[in-house]
């Protein structure tokens, strides 16, 4: 990661992030009263990232497990090539990717403080709006049908809450038709009945739930919405 956050070309800079710019943007002041939430682009604030050694590690092991749940022989073959190109730092690779990471949507029901659709990281970095929708599931089934041969795992989730797309218990059925494990990361803030019923009986494998709420304070910033 980068120390400091680059600035878009020709934008004002507010008062309060130029402590995190680059000395070459340091010069770049925005007009008294343009704060951060204005009509200029945000610029995001660095927030470090904490990984817990013991989580990754419990994620690892049920990546594994589910790997070997739907290993083939081309599985295992492509996976090999895969990591002998990695090792060799070849440029064009002869294999396929053996996981896949997709987001079903980026709308999120919740505001937490570190999230990148918050911060409006993601956003800088590509020098556009942010827009919101869903990825059609035809679009998902091709991506599936194309790889399904070589995937281990598909990754549903991203910045946004898995479980507001419409299709999204489609998109797991259809992996595991395709011998591929699903996972997801998800806030778990889904008030609808029957909604408990309907993630156990989609088959999914592995559900990691993200918890920033414990508290009543806490609840009641991110839930901003």
Excluded at 105 to 121: A, H, K
Aim: glycine fraction near 6%.
């Amino acid at each position: 990661m980068e120390r400091y956050p680059r600035a878009p070309e020709g934008v004002p800079v507010p008062e309060e992030d130029l402590n995190l710019l680059s000395p070459a943007d340091a010069g770049r002041r925005a007009p008294a009263g343009q704060g951060r939430w204005g009509n200029r682009v945000q610029i995001r604030r660095p927030y470090p990232v904490k990984l817990s050694v013991q989580e990754d590690a419990r994620k690892l092991k049920a990546l594994i497990r589910i790997s070997l749940r739907h290993a083939t022989p081309r599985k295992l073959f492509n996976l090999a090539v895969a990591e002998a190109m990695m090792l060799r730092r070849a440029r064009r690779l002869p294999c396929m990717p053996y996981f896949l990471k997709i987001e079903p949507t980026n709308i999120c029901n919740l505001r937490c403080p570190l999230c990148p659709q918050v911060t409006g990281y993601c956003q800088v970095k590509a020098g556009v709006k942010p827009s919101y929708g869903a990825l059609p599931f035809e679009r998902y089934a091709e991506l599936i049908d194309e790889m399904h041969r070589y995937l281990f795992c598909v990754l549903l989730y991203g910045q946004g809450e898995p479980f507001l797309s419409g299709d999204i218990f489609r998109m797991i059925r259809l992996a595991q038709e395709r011998n591929i494990g699903t996972m997801i990361s998800t806030n778990l803030n889904i008030d609808r009945t029957g909604f408990a019923g309907e993630v156990v009986d989609s088959g999914l494998e592995y559900l990691e739930v993200s918890d920033r709420k414990s508290t009543r304070l806490n609840s009641s910033h991110v839930s901003q919405s």
